[in-house]
Every structure is written in C-alpha cells, then in structure tokens.
C-alpha cells in the first residue's frame, strides 16, 4: 500500500519537475552547476573503478582460458562485449547511484529541513521544477558521456594488465575488441543509461523533498534514497534488455 | 489587509484551528502570539498557502487566496515576503545572491538595477558592504536582517515573521522588533509576526491575536493586553514574577 502511495506521489511529482521553467537563464546556469556536481566530479571514481575492473576481467577471462580450442583473441572479445553490455552501463550507474543519489536526496533533503524550500514556495518558485529538473537533465545529458568513458578505460584497463601479465598481444587483444563487435550494443548500454541517469535523480530527488524531521531523517532519507534507486536500476535493467536485445 | 475567516485546520483527524476570524491590518504589525503548540505556526502556515484549510477563507485585500489555482497563487506570492524562524537563507549563494534571487526569478531588472536594490536593502537593515559573505559567515542577528532584507527586496505588499527574535540576545531583538515597526510603516505593508516574545509585544504589538487552544481567545493593541483581566492572557504573557512587576507598575502609571 505504501509503495503504491509513493508512487503516486512520485508521478505528480514528476508533473510538477517537468514544467517550463520560469527564467531559462536562471535554469542553464543551474544546468551547468550541475553538470559540475553531477557529471564532472564523478570522472575520477568512474575512471579508478573502470580501469581497474577492465583489467580484472581481462585476466579472469585469460587465467580460465585452458581450451587450446579457443582463439586467443577471446580475451579481448569478452572484455569488450562484458564492459559494453553490463559492466559500464549497469555497475557504473549503480556505482554513481551511491555518489549522486546520497548527495541529491541529503541536499534536497537538507533544504527541506532548513526551510529553504518553503521560503522559494512562498516567493512562488515551483520548487520541484527549480530544484530538481537541473539535476535530471544534468545526469540525462552526462550519465552517457561517463559510461562512454567508462568503456574506454576498461578496455584499456584489460589492454594494461594483459601486457604487464605478459598474457597476450596487442594485435591479438585489439583483434578481441574488434571481433563479432555489434553497434547497436552502444545504442542498446546509452539508453540504459539514460534510463538509469533518469532513475537515479528523480527518485533521490523524491526522497529527499519529502523528508520530514531533522538530520536523522535526511541521512534515513539519503539511504533509502541510494537502496531505492538501485533496486529501480535492477528492475529497469532487466526490463530493458528484454525490450532491446530479446523482442 | 489580510482577512482570515472561520478558518479550520485539522491534521490526521485531529483539530488544530477552530473558527478563526480576524483581520490583519496594513501599515500595522500584527502579532500572533500564544503557548506552543496552540496553532499559531500553523495559523501563519495557512496564510502564506504552505498548508491547504479544511474549510474557510483567507483574503489578501478581498482576494480569496483559499479558492485560487496555483498560478494565481503564485501570483499573491510574489507580493509575500518572510521571515522564516531559521531564516532559511539559501546556503550556497552569498548575501548579495540571495538578496538578488526573487529580483532575478520575477522581475526583468537590469543588474545594475537589481545592484542598487540589494544595496538599498542592506543599508535599510544597516548591513552596507556585506554583500559578499556566505549565511554560514554572518551571526545570528545579521541572519535575521539578511532574512528581512531578502523578504523586502520585491518590496511586498505583506510581511510574515515567523519568530524573529529567536535565539537573539535582547538588544539584538529589540534592533529586529525596530526595524520591523520601521519598515512597516514605512513601506505601508501588512506585517504579520508570530511571536513569543513578551518585549515584542509590548515593543510593537499595534494588533495582537492571542490564539488558545486553536482558537481565537482574545484580540486587542499592546496597551489593552496590559488591562485585560483574561485568565489565560495573564498566565501567558505576565507569567514571570518580572513581567507581573511590570505589569503592575504599567497599571499604576495608568491610574
């Protein structure tokens, strides 16, 4: 009953998020303030974790690898279609719904508390449409941007551990990545990861405008906000693959 | 002026405000003062539209705020400005921006414009060249001019105080208590405070509404509240043997 009841109010929150906003100037610049918080500070972890778990998958692929029947290049080629198809689309959004689902929700949650968005209601600011859209479409525009460079360096990360382990060649690693290679996977892992972007912001964002209480209920807030979002993530997921690569 | 009528407020089944009925006059400060947990905050909450009412009307010089859609509400906003008990600032623009933010959202000022109203602003609540400090630098009294500043900045027609002296030492209160009475007549505004402060009602009490257990029990200036013989007035206000000093000496001046 209760999950049906937040849903309902998700929606209508998200009547009152996509509205036209009062002054575009003062909505762009709030988009690129959150471009900045959203997207650009999240490179480094993307980075880090992204390079570091390309070059795992490489060597896990290479350490099992014990068939003399199977092409070397197979290293390569399940690096690549693992980073495209799940690795960097699902885990890093699930990555980036702890760093920028708790920041929203406790920001948003944070100003709720401190009657800073009472007080734009009252100066007649649709707060939700203020607040939240920026941030929406911050991580609807830079969410594909970071996967994209995700799948870089995870690629890469599994072109760096195979030439320090001294398991493979270049020409044979870069022949694996190039192999079977099906563009319509890109399209399939960026639209994920709009849905994804989408998911992770609005449904922080709902929890943290409607928190009640003081800073326990924000930190409550922030974690609900971070379980809730990647369980949507899982769902939309599975959903999603079945709508684009199985129909 | 702002008329409340027969207004009710009840939360999850339970009562908060039976039948208020009072009118809040312009150029005057309005005081709303009562015990905690009466409805006072609730009361103001109604008025400014951040709770809906069960039944009644609140008119903003006849305009029936209560019946309006969100866009004429948004409207009646806009000539709104309060004072938040936390004041509320917004923590990550300096003083000058928060000053600014209605002036950007809903005027088409120039920013040399909007520069000379945020200067007139803070020198009207005495805080000239503040312009570039962060809430979190400024204490708690500058806060509180820096709230009144942003409330007055679109120069509205209706000022609502949500506790402004609190947490202030008394001197400091008695600039805020001031500076409201000052401005109030001077930009000819309804002034709307809540209050639980007792200087402040002697201070600048023009039109006092006592609410009691969510009703309108008692209403008058800061003169009749010293004379009044109800039971539950003088066990609010003259509660502390200082303030019964007070009121005796007030009352002997009198005779």
């Known amino acids: ?247 | 002026m702002i008329e409340v009528k027969q207004v009710n407020k009840s939360f999850n089944g339970q009562q908060v405000l039976f039948d208020i009925n009072h009118q809040f006059e312009k150029g005057k400060v309005n005081l709303i003062i009562g015990q905690s947990g009466q409805g006072k905050s609730v009361l103001a909450k109604c008025m400014v539209g951040l709770y809906e009412v069960d039944e009644g009307q609140i008119l903003f010089d006849g305009r029936n705020f209560t019946d309006m859609e969100r866009f004429e509400r948004s409207q009646i906003r806009e000539e709104i400005g309060m004072l938040f008990q936390g004041v509320a600032l917004f923590d990550s623009l300096t003083v000058e921006e928060n000053i600014m933010f209605p002036l950007t959202m809903f005027t088409n000022m120039t920013k040399g414009e909007m520069q000379k109203r945020v200067d007139f602003c803070l020198d009207r609540v005495n805080l000239t060249g503040r312009n570039k400090l962060y809430p979190a630098e400024c204490s708690g009294g500058m806060q509180k001019r820096i709230g009144i500043a942003r409330a007055i900045s679109m120069n509205p027609k209706y000022l609502f105080c949500d506790e402004p002296n609190s947490g202030l030492d008394p001197k400091t209160s008695i600039v805020i208590d001031g500076l409201i009475k000052d401005i109030t007549a001077e930009f000819d505004m309804t002034t709307v405070v809540i209050t639980h402060d007792m200087n402040s009602v002697i201070e600048i009490g023009q039109n006092i509404l006592f609410i009691h257990q969510g009703k309108k029990w008692w209403s008058g200036d800061k003169n009749s509240i010293i004379t009044t013989d109800n039971p539950e007035i003088l066990s609010f206000v003259f509660a502390s043997e200082f303030m019964k000093e007070i009121r005796s000496i007030m009352q002997e001046k009198r005779r």
Not at chain 1, 142 to 163: E, K, N, Q
Not at chain 1, 209 to 215: Q, R
């Open chain 1, 1 to 247: 009953m209760k999950l049906l009841q937040n849903i309902g109010k998700y929606t209508l929150m998200l009547t009152m998020v996509f509205t036209k906003p009062k002054k575009w100037k003062i909505f762009f610049s709030r988009l690129i303030n959150e471009l900045d918080n959203i997207g650009i500070s999240s490179l480094p972890i993307v980075g880090l974790m992204s390079t570091f778990i390309g070059g795992v998958i490489a060597l896990q692929t290479a350490s099992n690898m014990s068939n003399p029947l199977l092409p070397k290049y197979t290293v390569g080629y399940i690096t690549q279609s693992s980073t495209i198809l799940e690795f960097s689309p699902t885990i890093i959004s699930l990555i980036l719904a702890g760093k920028v689902g708790s920041n929203v929700a406790s920001e948003i949650g944070t100003m709720r508390v401190t009657e800073q968005i009472d007080a734009l209601e009252i100066m007649g600011v649709n707060s939700l449409n203020h607040l939240v859209l920026p941030k929406v479409m911050a991580a609807i525009l830079f969410f594909p941007i970071l996967i994209v460079f995700s799948m870089a360096l995870s690629m890469l990360g599994g072109w760096m551990s195979l030439m320090i382990s001294d398991l493979t060649t270049t020409e044979t690693y870069v022949l694996g990545l190039r192999a079977f290679f099906n563009p319509f996977h890109i399209t399939y892992a960026l639209t994920k990861t709009v849905v994804f972007g989408f998911l992770i912001v609005s449904i922080s964002s709902f929890y943290g405008y409607y928190v009640k209480g003081g800073s326990i209920n924000v930190g409550l807030s922030s974690t609900q906000a971070v379980v809730s979002s990647s369980i949507a993530i899982l769902i939309a997921n599975f959903i999603l693959t079945q709508l684009l690569l199985l129909s």
